[in-house]
């Protein structure tokens, strides 16, 4: 076995009469253009199939515990479904500048306007800079906290201020603790 072609396969020498090489034809499936599947193959009587995520570049090895060709590549499609699934759950999350602003356009008419003006002052000066496009969800404890400490630190608001921007936190779904 020749250390270049990991199939068995060896090269053609110079000198060699045959100028045609025989190589093991590798097909490779792309699905919904982000996967690609890198040929199925058995181990231990068992398909397993390879899977390229071209948006991440890792690959894969899948085992997927069936006998048959057939439903071992429907297994393998269903994986990737569930992945794709995952991830759309993962981005349907209400980011925290779109969920402030919304909210903010909500009380609009609620409130004067020189402190709808202050709110907007505040969303872009104050949240912002710490939360940007984080999702709502995925602001934890830590990051609250951290937003506090800023607050005292660097931008050295009073205790009455730290707990208005808490509450308006509070008001978007974020917690303390």
């Not at 398909?47 to 429907?74: F, P, Y």
């Not at 984080?134 to 608001?157: C, M, T």
Request: hydrophobic letters at 30%; charged letters at 40%.
């Amino acid at each position: 076995m020749c250390g270049y072609f990991p199939c068995g396969n060896t090269a053609p020498r110079v000198d060699s009469p045959f100028k045609e090489v025989n190589f093991k034809v590798k097909q490779h499936k792309i699905v919904n253009g982000r996967w690609v599947i890198r040929g199925l193959f058995r181990r231990f009587g068992l398909w397993r199939g390879r899977v390229r995520d071209l948006k991440t570049g890792r690959v894969r090895e899948l085992s997927t515990r069936e006998r048959d060709r057939r439903r071992a590549e429907q297994k393998i499609f269903d994986w990737l479904r569930q992945c794709e699934r995952r991830e759309e759950a993962r981005t349907q999350g209400e980011r925290f500048d779109r969920a402030y602003e919304e909210r903010l356009n909500l009380k609009d008419k609620d409130v004067r306007p020189s402190t709808l003006a202050d709110n907007w002052r505040s969303f872009r000066a104050v949240y912002m800079p710490i939360f940007g496009d984080k999702l709502v969800e995925e602001i934890e404890v830590k990051d609250v906290e951290h937003f506090l400490k800023h607050l005292r630190s660097e931008r050295k608001v009073s205790v009455r201020t730290q707990r208005k921007y808490l509450g308006e936190l509070r008001s978007l779904g974020c917690r303390r603790g």
